[in-house]
């Protein structure tokens, strides 16, 4: 299976005062954690110009929740939460096609009780 999980993050004004550059390199920090976590895949859309709760939302792909977990252990002890630069707004987490494994699954198993 595929979970995507969806963070919902808003930068704070801390992070607005760094210059591009540095951010750039606490973003790197973020990236290089990421491909040290077993099959943690990232995509980062910023969103402020279309969303008044957060800021940023940064997608992560994976097959493996643990390493999503280890992942987010490893971001929370960087700078960007201990400063804060950013603060957690809202998690969402889906399952790709989970409906087309569960069909797969009641096919080989019987229907399941009550449905």
């Known amino acids: 299976m595929t979970y995507m999980v969806m963070n919902m993050l808003q930068f ?3 992070w607005l005062r760094l210059d591009r550059s540095e951010r750039a390199r606490v973003w790197e ?3 290089s954690l990421a491909a ?3 099959g943690v895949r990232l995509r980062w ?3 402020e110009a279309f969303c008044a709760d957060f800021s940023d939302i940064l997608f992560v792909e ?8 280890m992942f ?3 971001v929370r002890d960087t700078e960007l939460f201990s400063v804060p630069y ?4 809202q998690t969402v987490i889906g399952v790709e096609d989970g409906f087309t494994a569960y069909d ?8 399941v009780a009550g449905g």
């Not at 797969?104 to 229907?111: D, H, I, L, Y």
Request: proline share 6%.
């Open 86 to 89: 950013v603060e957690m707004k």
């Open 72 to 74: 987010w252990e490893a």
């Open 12 to 14: 704070q004004p801390a």
């Open 62 to 69: 994976t097959e493996d929740l643990s390493g999503y977990y």
């Open 104 to 111: 797969r699954a009641v096919a080989a198993q019987g229907p």
């Open 29 to 31: 920090t973020v990236k």
């Open 45 to 47: 859309f910023d969103v």
């Open 36 to 38: 040290r976590a077993e």
